[in-house]
């Protein structure tokens, strides 16, 4: 599903390496965590796969889609295939947490009525029915992450990315947050965790790509955050 | 299609309401720039008056022979009309001449008794001629002197005056040319303003930008509500700056009487009103529609 063919990332002309012929492959249903230390490379292969970059070297195949070649006028439907979740939950703040999670469906060209069915239901599973009409300023960390986390799979995308979902959020939360990834994977979609935080990756015992200065370093079925 | 260009009004209006304090800004912005846009257009309307009360003043005459017929000088009022420089040619006739010199020196009784004294009218009878364009008076002034004429015509009023004739004419010229220098700086100047405005709103939005593009929205769909809200931006910027020049121009308009006599500023502004507010409303629409529009294409990028 997921596949990277002898990637390098190099920046400012060459002189700095992100990612150094990097090679893997993520099949449909599997959860897979992308560790490492912050600068290993986790992050600019979030950014190739949702081609918000281009690899310097190599090529990125998400399905059908080789995102390498796409052009900015492709990337919008491409994305459509995707829900991404950030550190920094990257909400709307001019709207409200229903129409934060309804956006990626109103971009779509999705029907109102679908929507209007289709928003409550998500923001339930996540535990925030009751919180629909707040603002992501009267949202706490958690809360805003699982906005961001239904936003990302209204859509029923067929792979969600999260970069460092827990990175802002305090242990109890971080859980939490990790548990509905799980729920989310359980019910068929792929997930991709990027993730420096060794107790999540211990507590998921699911497959571990680890990364350092941008070559993989390990890849293991139950993996655990072992670095060099 | 009509889903997605609905939502895009619908997000257009949404960030327009909820985005208060730079709206506000950005509407008060605008209002100043279409001010200087309607404020170019009243100085337009001014420098035109003023130039066309000074060509008004200008014109010259030519003075013939008394021995020439009526005749001869109708048939010469008749070929100076001909001239593609010409506008209008009065005749005045020696009997006339004398009724006005008469009529003008009427509390005057030593001229009145010696006009009455003389036998026959001194006056000549002569052609008022205006020009199309004041810089024409010289090529009027040429053919009056022409050998063809030179029997029947005893002056030509320009010969006496062609040096404040011209100067007239290129006060004229430097009023019309430098107005419209002024007007098309000023209205850059207000564009320009218009468009870092907005830009700097943008940029205060590009991690929204940013999230659309994640989420999968097209340029259409990013690109159209900041559109949306700039032209909101424009039309009601375009609305108050109508009703801030109202008032404004009702209190200077006895003021530009003096200086321009039968100018009646804020009489125009009324009966031109209708006009005037498409002019602005369409000025302020494509100034912020346009800067929404090339603002956003920076960030429209992966």
Known sequence: MIVFQGVSKKFNSGDQTALEDVTFEVDPGEFVSLAGRSGAGKSTIIKLLIGEDKPTKGRVFFGQYEVNKLHDKELPAFRRHIGVVFQDFRLLPTKSAYENVAFALEVAGRPQREIEELVPQVLDMVGLADKMKNFPNELSGGERQRVAIARAMIHRPEVVIADEPTGNLDPFHTFEIVKLLEKINELGTTVLLATHDKEVINSLERRVITLDRGRIVRDEKKGKYILV | ?302
């Open chain 2, 1 to 302: 299609m009509f889903t997605i260009i609905s939502r895009i009004f619908h997000f257009g209006f949404k960030n327009f309401w909820r985005n208060g304090w730079l709206t506000t800004v950005t509407v008060m912005i605008m209002t100043l720039a279409l001010l200087v846009f309607s404020w170019l257009i009243f100085f337009g309307v001014v420098t035109s008056r003023a130039a066309a009360s000074i060509e008004d003043k200008i014109d010259i005459s030519v003075y013939f022979n008394t021995n020439t017929s009526e005749d001869e000088i109708l048939s010469i009022q008749q070929s100076l009309e001909g001239l593609s420089q010409v506008q209008s040619v009065d005749y005045i006739s020696r009997d006339q001449a004398l009724a006005i010199f008469k009529q003008n020196h009427a509390g005057d009784t030593t001229i009145t008794q010696a006009v009455n004294e003389l036998d026959t009218n001194p006056l000549e009878a002569s052609l008022n001629i205006k020009a199309k364009n004041p810089s024409q008076y010289g090529a009027i002034a040429d053919y009056l002197n022409s050998s063809d004429l030179s029997q029947y015509v005893d002056s030509v009023s320009y010969t006496q005056n062609q040096s404040v004739i011209d100067r007239l004419a290129k006060i004229v010229k430097t009023v019309e040319v430098g107005g419209v220098i002024v007007m098309i700086v000023f209205a850059l100047l207000a564009g320009l303003v218009v468009f870092n405005t907005i830009r700097l709103a943008i940029y205060s939005s590009r991690e929204e930008i940013g999230v659309m593009r994640v989420v999968g929205a097209s340029n259409a769909l990013v690109r159209g509500p900041f559109v949306v809200e700039g032209t909101l931006c424009g039309a009601i910027a375009a609305l108050l700056s109508l009703i801030i020049s109202a008032p404004i121009l009702f209190a200077i308009n006895p003021y530009l009487n003096i200086f321009i006599p039968g100018m009646d500023l804020f009489q125009y502004f009324l009966s031109h009103i209708v006009a005037l507010f498409f002019y602005i409303l369409f000025f302020g629409i494509v100034l912020g529609a346009a800067s929404s529009f090339v603002a956003v294409r920076r960030y429209l990028k992966n």
